[in-house]
């Protein structure tokens, strides 16, 4: 059975601040993806990474693929209170049903 | 664009009783999931389907079942509710294949007394 450990689980921290979400396995991903998920609202996808190494930007947040395509980070840069929610990452094994196996989630707090 | 549609979004069960949620796409997605999200758990897969037809069990399968007649529906029931089962469920669906994406709806929040 695949697991995918994601740390820290919860964080609190002040607008402006800069933080890392960590996604780590023991088994390697055919690709990877970050969820955002809003409270009272469905998970919405962020990114995709599928290269070992690939490193992908969206505004302030980056998103790195390890090169053994075990391991994914999501770096925040300078932090604000919109990005408020729980971050979900998701990691597919390669399995011909396509399931998605997801982290606990890490909930973010960002305050003014 | 309606996506990925669940009804209801809220229910409150009595121990015992059975239910179905329902979820539909437009998306014309081949793969359909139902997860349930428990807190501290994350997301976990309870049923899955790869095409009309074709269902298969999740992680965490027991105390429900689903049938897949149409691409577009994919219904979930509780055969036999228990407190166990309150949770939030969410319905999802993608093109198969490696790095698509997954489409969720909106949630179904479901209290079991």
């Known amino acids: 059975t695949q697991l995918l450990e994601q740390s820290p689980q919860f964080l609190s921290i002040q607008e402006g601040e800069n933080l890392t979400v960590y996604c780590n396995s023991s088994?390697?991903?055919?690709?990877l993806q970050w969820y955002r998920q809003e409270p009272g609202e469905g998970p919405v996808l962020l990114v995709t990474v599928v290269t070992g190494g690939e490193v992908k930007k969206l505004k302030r947040l980056t998103f790195q693929f390890g090169d053994a395509r075990k391991d994914s980070s999501l770096h925040i840069t300078a932090a604000q209170p919109g990005d408020t929610g729980l971050y979900l990452c998701?990691?597919?094994?390669?399995?011909?049903?396509?399931?998605?196996?997801f982290g606990k989630g890490t909930k973010l707090s960002v305050k003014p | 664009n309606a996506g990925v549609t669940q009804t209801p979004k809220f229910q409150v069960l009595k121990t015992g009783q059975s239910m179905t949620l329902q979820c539909a796409q437009d998306?014309?997605?081949?793969?359909m999931s139902w997860y349930r999200q428990d807190p501290g758990m994350g997301l976990r897969l309870i049923h899955y389907?790869?095409?009309?037809?074709?269902?298969d069990q999740g992680e965490v399968p027991n105390g429900y079942n689903v049938s897949r007649s149409t691409t577009e529906d994919f219904p979930l029931r509780l055969l036999s509710a228990a407190p166990s089962q309150t949770s939030v469920y969410f319905c999802a669906s993608r093109l198969r294949g490696p790095g698509n994406t997954i489409y969720f709806g909106e949630g179904s929040w479901l209290t079991v007394v």
């Open positions: 998306m014309n997605h081949e793969y």
């Open positions: 389907s790869v095409g009309a037809g074709i269902t």
């Open positions: 998701a990691g597919d094994y390669g399995g011909s049903q396509g399931n998605l196996i």
């Open positions: 088994s390697v991903f055919s690709s």
